[in-house]
């Protein structure tokens, strides 16, 4: 089988198999990287090191374009403030820096007129300059943080190509994540008391701009996944109630699901951190049937998740990273844990997150050998 085979096999149901699309080494911190080139990693190419399977990413930029000028405002010895491609202020260390949450100084958007002056210059850009920029986002696809290919490349690539296509709309494809990426997050918690016309706003340009980015791709390439973004739990819970939220986003995520369904695409997957379990229903009831990561320091266990929901949730991730970087016999508990999953089908194995740097290399190595023996 080919991997576009297996991923479909595996979510249809039909021909469960092991489709292995490691996001823990694909994501694995800078600190990881360098204790396990200290450990025996020569720096090669995962996918020649490994059987996992790519999950080419469609290489378009949904968030703001032309993209804000990257400029350090301040530095010292430790850390560097700087405002990003977002607009964004942060301040964070310089070394290791996607081992840390930075701290978010400023946003771009405050009120409604500033959002006004954002969506004009930012959102109502035209497709041919959303694939000519974004570093990683926009105009290139990264492979193990090497690879550079450009959109001609990788559009005439497709044709041949036996690996699947996910087009994950990244930090601007949903309707809290990205008013939380302007905002901040109090200011967009409140803003839905405080300023609910510029959420609708805001969530109708979403829409639409999803929609209207999509449809380009899908007159180029062909898309087997969809993936909304949008990070609005923490461990405790979401961020804003399912009531609330619902409220002002469901007629959103019902227009953009109808329009992919109607486009043939028919696996839906959204991706928020920490505990999102109370937010499971409203999504399904607006067409997405898959979640990602699964995290599981914050009590989400995909065993429990397919025993609630059946086979109407797809999975993907629920692999504890913290187990992994215990001992052998822990390793191989974790995996047993989750093979049941495995063999039923709709589920798609990795880590619940990005390899921290607890996890050795012979650790990871070990982990790996061991899932594939399934397959």
Known sequence: MTAKERLHGTLSYTRPTLFHHEIGLLWAWDETLKNWKNQGY???DFYN???IDKLEKVPVNYGPSPEFKKEIIAEDSLNITYINTDGT???EPKENSNSYMPQFLSYPVTDL???RKF???RFMTPFARRIMEGEGAGHTVFESGQKKILWKKW?????ESSDPCFCFTARWGGFFGPLR???GVENACLAFYDQPELVEEFMEERACSMIRITEKVLAAAEIDMFGFWEDMAGKNGPLISPELFGQFASKYYRRVCDFLFSRGIKYIFIDSDGDARKLLPL???CGINGFFPCEVCAGVDVISLRREYGKQLLLFGGVDKREIAKSKNDIINEIKRITPLIEEGGYLPCFDHSAHADISWDNMRFYMEMLHKIR
């Not at 559009?155 to 044709?159: E, G, L, P, T, Y």
């Open 283 to 285: 999504w399904l009831d």
């Open 155 to 159: 559009i005439a690539s497709r044709k």
């Open 119 to 121: 969506r004009r210059e």
């Open 49 to 51: 090191i490994f059987p």
């Open 89 to 91: 202020v942060l301040r």
């Open 113 to 115: 007129a500033s959002y």
């Open 42 to 44: 020569n720096g090669e």
């Open 181 to 183: 990426s302007l905002l």
